[in-house]
């Protein structure tokens, strides 16, 4: 079953055992009506950003939303081309993760490939979310900001924070930039 239609049906799946309107998931979530409309329809996939705020008036990892539990496993080898890959392709969102955790049952962090083209960024709003992130620049050039700090990280950096405090990144090199990304506790998020 394709990730957009799995998304779609849990997110409408757990919204309407929660006696919860399309409205007050909005409201609660701060996701635009519009938008979670478009999701359960199967139409669109969110990005992480959008996913970890329905998750967490759920209180349900994003794991959730995208996890086919008769195909999950508590153990996963990914090789290069054959990971879960999504692809965001936005005014800011010009990326692509693979991920690494797709498949294992129930994880308890997050972690994923990404490949930011030039130019692309998290948005001009911040994210925050609980938990702590890793971000490990394998290529290129990342700006990152964590409340009122600005990190240039270049390849072989690395930068690790509480992911509660605001935050935003933008690929400020003239190439892509190749990222490996974790999350955690994932079960939270």
């Known amino acids: 079953m394709q990730i957009k239609k799995i998304l779609g049906k849990k997110l409408k799946e757990i919204r309407l055992k929660r006696d919860m309107t399309i409205q007050v998931l909005a409201e609660r979530s701060h996701v635009s009506s519009n938008m979670i409309s478009r999701i359960e329809r199967g139409l669109t996939i969110p990005s992480v950003d959008i996913l970890m705020r329905l998750a967490i008036v759920f ?4 794991n959730y939303f995208v996890e086919d539990v008769s195909t999950s496993h508590e153990i996963v080898v990914t090789r290069p081309g054959e990971r879960d890959k999504t692809v965001y392709d936005d005014a800011q969102h010009t990326m692509q993760t ?5 498949g294992l049952r129930d994880p308890q962090f997050m ?6 083209k030039p130019g692309g960024s998290s948005g001009e709003q911040n994210m925050y979310h609980p938990g702590d992130e890793l971000i490990y ?5 990342l700006r990152v900001e964590i409340v009122n700090e600005v ?3 270049e390849a072989g950096d690395s930068i690790s924070f509480k992911s509660h ?9 003239n190439g892509e930039a190749k990222v490996i990304w974790t999350l955690s506790p994932f079960t939270i998020i």
């Open 59 to 62: 209180d349900k990892s994003i």
């Open 98 to 102: 693979e991920s690494f955790t797709s």
């Open 111 to 116: 972690s994923f490939f990404c490949t930011i």
């Open 137 to 141: 620049l394998l290529e290129g050039k």
């Open 151 to 153: 990190h240039h990280l």
């Open 165 to 173: 405090l605001p935050h935003r990144w933008f690929n400020v090199g």
